[in-house]
């Protein structure tokens, strides 16, 4: 899936993050995912996960303030299914408490991600963009 999606929260850093657990269970969830990070100034996304081992392969970045996730490529072989399984699975390593908003690349059309939220509510959501 080349559409962007984003799962921002809504708030201006976020110091909560932690992104030492996040890499340990990327890792461990999606076996043979690379880490980079930029240390260049010029790059809001200094973080990037990519991952083109089978069955999923997907380029993840975060910004440099931890508050939002930019899927920038996903593909599997259930890919509707298991990209909603991804956004529920990025949007536990946000406190719960927060306001999470998922968007997609021109930032048209917005779902509040809650607790409850189901993957099948994501689905719904992407189904509408056409993806």
């Known amino acids: 899936m080349s559409v962007s999606s984003f799962i921002h929260v809504n708030k201006a850093e976020n110091k909560d993050f ?48 931890r508050t939002t996730f930019a899927i920038e490529y996903f ?23 927060q306001e999470l908003i998922l968007c997609d690349e021109n930032n048209e059309d917005t779902l509040m991600l809650f607790p409850n939220t189901s993957v099948e509510d994501i689905e719904e959501w992407l189904g509408k963009l056409g993806l």
């Open 18 to 65: 932690d992104l030492e657990k996040f890499n340990r269970e990327i890792k461990k969830k999606y076996p043979g995912t690379e880490i980079e990070q930029s240390s260049s100034a010029s790059f809001s996304y200094d973080l990037c996960w990519e991952n083109y081992e089978e069955p999923y392969q997907f380029t993840l970045r975060m910004d440099k303030k």
């Open 75 to 97: 593909n599997s072989e259930n890919r509707m299914r298991d990209y909603a399984s991804f956004i529920v699975w990025l949007s536990l390593f946000f406190n719960q408490e």
